[in-house]
C-alpha cells in the first residue's frame, strides 16, 4: 500500500471516528493493521473505537500493544491513560498520564 493510501484510509478512519461511526471505525482500524505504514496507527484507531463502543479491555490491549511499540508517543500514554481510567485503574492511569508530556508527538503514516 502506498503511503498516499495511507492517508485515504487514515481520513476515513479519523471521519468515522468524528461522526460517531465506531463500528466502522474500528473495522478499518482492524484492516490498517494489516498495513505496514498503519500499523501502528491501526492499534490507536481500534483502541479508541473500542473505547467508544464500550470495549474497555480491547481498547486498553491495542493501546498498551501501540504504547509498548511507540513508548515515545505522547498521545498513547494519554489514551493509555483514558482506557486504565475506564478500567477503574486510577493509580496507573496517573503514572501513564504523566508520562505524556515528557513524549513526542509523531504525525501518523510515516
Not at 17 to 42: K, V
Amino acid at each position: 500500500m502506498s503511503q498516499h493510501s495511507c492517508l485515504t484510509i487514515a481520513t476515513e478512519i479519523e471521519k468515522h471516528l468524528s461522526s460517531g461511526d465506531f463500528q466502522s471505525a474500528g473495522a478499518l482500524a482492524r484492516l490498517a493493521l494489516c498495513e505496514p505504514y498503519l500499523h501502528h496507527e491501526g492499534l490507536v484507531w481500534d483502541a479508541i473505537a473500542e473505547l467508544r463502543l464500550g470495549n474497555r479491555r480491547k481498547a486498553f490491549r491495542s493501546i498498551q500493544r501501540a504504547a509498548w511499540l511507540l513508548p515515545r508517543r505522547s498521545e498513547l500514554h494519554g489514551l493509555l491513560g483514558t482506557a486504565l481510567t475506564a478500567l477503574g485503574e486510577h493509580h496507573l492511569a496517573a503514572r501513564s498520564y504523566s508520562r505524556a508530556p515528557a513524549c513526542e508527538p509523531t504525525p501518523p503514516c510515516q
